[in-house]
């Protein structure tokens, strides 16, 4: 069973970097037509997409967030990572890496991780 | 602002069934792509309720069936029961951002 664990700072500062990984079990990200995504949610608030990446390392970004978002793929580790820049308090939220059921598309997630709150606050 | 429009709450007594609508517009649903459902339980991450429309993911009861009509799709949940109230959001993709979007999410009480 595909299993996806995320892992980083559970605070950073204003105007840095927040930075997480994705790694991911019981299957590889190199050998399936898959996209990998990050979702966050907020306090209290709706599910927000962030961003995914196809297996061969091509990517979709939310338009909202694309200036400051990087999502990459490390095959040789099992693993994908986020990177969203300039961070304010607004950047606040459980953050989850996700695949979706079916192969060659970014929608429809069935494997989720636990998701990691991440604080911004100095 | 959600792209994908849900109701913020319903409300049905065990046993009745509930609907949830998901209303979009011609560069999402209107355009034929797939509608998926989630249920998120409180502190827990979302859960996989139907894919594609109309689809099941292994494991999850027929309780619960999905529905789309042009711009719009539904999720019906029949025999309610107390362990049915979560939030539950519908999420597509949009053309015009070439973006995955959510609705707003829709709190379901069960009286």
């Known amino acids: 069973q595909l299993q996806l664990q995320e892992s980083g700072p559970g605070l950073v500062k204003p105007s840095e970097t927040l930075s997480l990984t994705c790694t991911v079990s019981g299957g590889f990200i190199s050998s399936s037509s898959y996209y990998w995504g990050w979702i966050r949610q907020p306090p209290g608030k709706g599910l927000e997409w962030i961003g995914s990446i196809y297996y061969s390392g091509s990517t979709y970004y939310n338009p909202s967030l694309k200036s400051r978002v990087t999502i990459s793929v490390d095959t040789s580790k099992n693993q994908f990572s986020l990177k969203l820049s300039s961070v304010t308090a607004a950047d606040t939220a459980v953050y989850y890496c996700a695949r979706p059921h079916s192969p060659r598309t970014p929608s429809g997630l069935n494997f989720w991780g636990q998701g990691t709150l991440v604080t911004v606050s100095s | 602002q959600s792209v994908l429009t849900q109701p913020p709450s319903v409300s049905g007594a065990p046993g009745l069934r509930v609907t949830i609508s998901c209303t979009g517009r011609s560069s999402n649903i209107g355009a034929a792509y797939d509608v998926h459902w989630y249920q998120q339980l409180p502190g827990t991450a979302p859960k996989l309720l139907i894919y594609?429309?109309?689809n099941r993911p292994s494991g999850v009861p027929d309780r619960f069936s999905g529905s789309k009509s042009g711009t719009s799709a539904s999720l019906a949940i029949t025999g309610l029961q107390a362990e049915d109230e979560a939030d539950y959001y519908c999420q597509s993709f949009d053309s015009s951002l070439s973006a995955v979007v959510f609705g707003g999410g829709t709190k379901l009480a069960v009286l």
């Open positions: 594609d429309n109309f």
